[in-house]
């Protein structure tokens, strides 16, 4: 089955600095690639996604990169503003489900 | 905005007893999920339906957990009898599609004693 894995497990960054989290994937089949942010207390959300056909996506200040080849994907955030703090998973999947990263903890500092 | 509710947000209980938790999805949405997270594991999934068919359950101890949606309002996650280390958040999360990101509920936090 697929195994995503994801780094770093905790990101600190200054205010208006930009974050990259990476993930790998294992499994080929493997064409969609979402992005969700889990803010405290809440579930999480969907913030950006990617299909295995595009190399890029970009939504404002955030951005998703696709490596098929070498299996893995990034997520780009610029400008960072307080507001971004929380944890992110990425996922890999399009069969029937994704399985999720373990999660990034994102801290942008003031 | 539509969201997919669930209930109860808290649940606390004693080691032994029934726990049920509920979910509304989000109308229109055939695809149901239910997750578990803890800090340990991360988000797992348990099962998911898809038209209200069960596609795959694999992920719960099927002892003790079931899954079923008695209509396509409402999907439900049962743990009997609960153990401590069922202690943990739960989400549901409903999509149309497979090609599209699942929208998630805010949780059931359930803790067992």
């Known amino acids: 089955g697929e195994n995503v894995e994801q780094h770093p497990s905790t990101l600190s960054v200054q205010e208006g600095d930009s974050a990259v989290i990476k993930c790998t994937y294992s499994?080929?089949?493997?064409?969609?690639f979402p992005w969700y942010k889990q803010e405290l207390g809440k579930g999480p959300q969907l913030i950006i996604d990617i299909r295995s056909n595009v190399g890029e996506k970009k939504d404002q200040r955030i951005a998703v990169t696709l490596n098929k080849t070498a299996k893995h994907f990034s997520l780009h955030i610029t400008e960072t503003q307080p507001e971004d703090s929380a944890v992110y998973f990425c996922?890999?999947?399009?069969?029937?489900?994704?399985?999720f990263g373990p999660g990034t903890r994102l801290s942008v500092l003031p | 905005d539509a969201r997919v509710t669930q209930t109860p947000r808290h649940k606390v209980t004693e080691m032994g007893q029934e726990v049920t938790m509920r979910c509304q999805p989000i109308l229109g949405h055939n695809t149901v999920f239910w997750y578990r997270q803890t800090m340990m594991q991360g988000l797992e999934l348990l099962a998911y339906f898809r038209n209200r068919a069960p596609l795959d359950d694999s992920g719960m101890p099927k002892d003790r957990f079931s899954a079923e949606m008695p209509d396509a309002t409402l999907a439900t996650l049962k743990i009997q009898p609960s153990e401590p280390r069922d202690s943990a958040v739960y989400f549901c999360?409903?999509?149309?599609?497979?090609?599209?990101?699942?929208?998630f509920g805010s949780g059931t936090r359930l803790t067992v004693v």
């Open positions: 999360a409903s999509g149309p599609d497979r090609y599209y990101g699942y929208t």
């Open positions: 996922a890999a999947g399009g069969g029937q489900n994704f399985v």
């Open positions: 499994d080929s089949a493997s064409n969609y």
